[in-house]
């Protein structure tokens, strides 16, 4: 084939493909060739019109997202802002694992390779469709969240004019397993045999217990409430945080987000005598303000429910601030609770004596040493 300034032709001179060419003011100021290309010099016009027009829509925010970036940049914008979310206190770490699975496994798959002006209705539904089909429609919802707050953003960025999630099917499915309120007979037998269970007893499940059922908090808003939030008084409690599990870090206190933890719930009278009760027994458990107690016998307890599967700990602080004084009483309340501690490493000493004061072993590893 050769080519003349314009279009191309076979040997017999024929016009096979024709090119439109023109000269855009982008949108940092400098003027850029634009062209297009299609099998008529009218299709060659028609496309580079498109193209003129797209990039003068979507050039508006800097040129950071434009239509005809593709989904992987939005995608990857969307993680970037979403995480910065989460550090700024806005959105649960949770949710963030939850939609970076979404995206890993279902959303960047099926759209990652696709130009954002080309992520239309059409498309978005029919992988919406396939993604109910292949993983439930639990999963669908979560990556319909996901795709529409992307599309969201590449509005505000200007890449787009409308988000077309908003106009995808519905998704709708009945719970497998309908919630339902216990009746009496059945908080009775909990309460009952939880009392009897010896290792829930240990665990302080008796007392979570008749708190969530007192005050309808879930569970992970109740393990987050210190002693400073409850007010036996005035039968109140404040709910502020929440304890979820952070990929990479374990269970940590977050921000709770439910209307119920802003208001508050009131407490029932039965509650409140239990509550006395656990604080006559000198019970002081504050996930959110730690001491040397608290980590003890949430240490234990946690280790007893399996909650965590290395009960190790490490000590970080400067000199002279008490992490030797911090060890020794964890280590005294975990051996009050049955669980054998074991200090490796024990240079000074600092918990010689605490442990032969508790009937236990010391390993002397050198000569003549003291340690």
Known sequence: ??????????????????????????????????????KTKTAAERALLKKLQDRAKTGRHAGELTAMHKMNDLIDLFEKKFTEWVKDGTRSPTTLDNY?????NHIRPALGELRIGEATTPRIDTVVAQIKQRAGAPRAK??????????????RYGAITVNPVREI??????????????????????????????????????????FMLGTGVPIGESLAV???????????????????????????????????????SQSAGRLIGSLQETVSRGVSVAPSTPTPRCAATRSAAFARSRLVSNPSAFVLGKPGLGKS???????????????????????????????????????????????
């Open 226 to 264: 210190p002693w400073s939030q409850v007010d036996l008084e005035a039968g109140t409690v404040e709910i502020t945080h929440t304890i979820v599990r952070v990929k990479g870090e374990g269970l940590a206190p977050v921000v709770a987000r439910s209307r119920a933890g802003e208001l508050g």
């Open 142 to 155: 979560t990556c319909r969240a996901v795709l529409s707050g992307m599309m969201s953003l590449a509005v």
């Open 100 to 104: 970076q699975g979404a995206i890993k």
């Open 169 to 210: 099917e519905t998704i709708e499915a009945q719970p497998k397993s309908p919630p339902r309120a216990l009746t009496n007979d059945e908080v009775t037998l909990l309460r009952t045999s939880l009392a009897a269970d010896e290792r829930a007893a240990e665990a302080d499940l008796p007392d979570l217990v008749a």
């Open 1 to 38: 084939m050769r080519s003349r300034p314009g279009s191309w032709t076979d040997d017999k001179g024929r016009a096979v493909k024709h090119k439109s060419q023109a000269r855009f003011r982008d949108y940092d100021g400098h003027v850029r060739p634009v062209s297009a290309y299609g």
């Open 325 to 371: 004084t911090v060890v020794r009483r964890m280590a005294l309340g975990l051996a009050g609770h049955g669980v054998q501690p074991l200090l490796l490493g024990d240079l000074k000493p600092d918990h010689r004596d605490l442990i032969e004061a508790l009937d236990g072993q010391v390993i002397d590893l050198a000569p003549a040493a003291e340690t």
